[in-house]
């Protein structure tokens, strides 16, 4: 397969291979020039990865690229708190993304954010969860800081089509049950361990 590539397009691979083992989202406004390059080799880059056993997909609708695997112990392990954050913003995604032409990525502040926990009476993170957060959601291009002062309720942040792709869910409805269900455990859980130090008093 890749003998009958050149030694350039050989090195392309290469990298584009690491590029989506190390980080397996991809989108054309970060990384135009590999997003043009995955395109050209879709054929020997899906073929390759279809051996080791993981499916490419190059979504041209929104310019993004996502790499999948069935297998659960490749995947990326979250908190409690990490999930209800990335369902939180999947949802603000999923709200957003209806109104906007493909061309346009739903922009949310941080208030926004801080606003739909509230809605859910979750507690609001600290600075440092939040900080974060907005570095993972940074590393796999989910999302971009438009903004320095993350801090700042006024903060704004692009998100990136990539998001359809965390979790295979496209209703609002179905996110909000999810977050609902997490947010119920915790409550249970609270109750659970405020018993148990009752019992030891």
């Avoid at 135009?32 to 050209?40: A, E, F, G, P, V």
């Avoid at 993981?54 to 979250?78: G, P």
């Avoid at 949310?108 to 570095?135: C, D, G, H, Q, S």
């Avoid at 971009?144 to 990539?162: P, V």
Wanted: aromatic residues 10%.
């Amino acid at each position: 397969m890749w003998s009958q590539l050149n030694q350039t397009d050989q090195e392309h691979l290469r990298n584009i291979v690491n590029r989506l083992l190390a980080i397996n989202y991809l989108v054309k406004e970060k990384e135009r020039t590999t997003y043009l390059l995955i395109r050209r080799l879709r054929n020997e880059l899906q073929e390759f990865f279809k051996f080791l056993g993981w499916d490419l997909v190059i979504d041209e609708r929104h310019e993004c690229v996502f790499l999948f695997t069935d297998k659960h112990e490749l995947r990326k392990i979250l908190t409690k708190d990490e999930t209800i954050w990335f369902l939180i913003l999947r949802l603000i995604y999923q709200e957003k993304r209806q109104s906007l032409s493909l061309a346009s990525f739903p922009i949310v502040t941080t208030l926004e954010i801080k606003n739909k926990y509230e809605t859910f009476r979750l507690p609001w993170i600290n600075k440092t969860a939040l900080e974060k957060y907005v570095r993972l959601c940074t590393r796999y291009q989910l999302l971009e800081a438009i903004d320095s002062n993350i801090r700042a309720d006024d903060c704004r942040f692009s998100l990136f089509h990539t998001w359809q792709y965390v979790l295979d869910i496209d209703k609002a409805g179905a996110l909000t049950k999810k977050i609902t269900l997490l947010v119920a455990q915790d409550k249970e859980e609270l109750l659970s361990e405020m018993a148990e130090e009752n019992e030891v008093d």
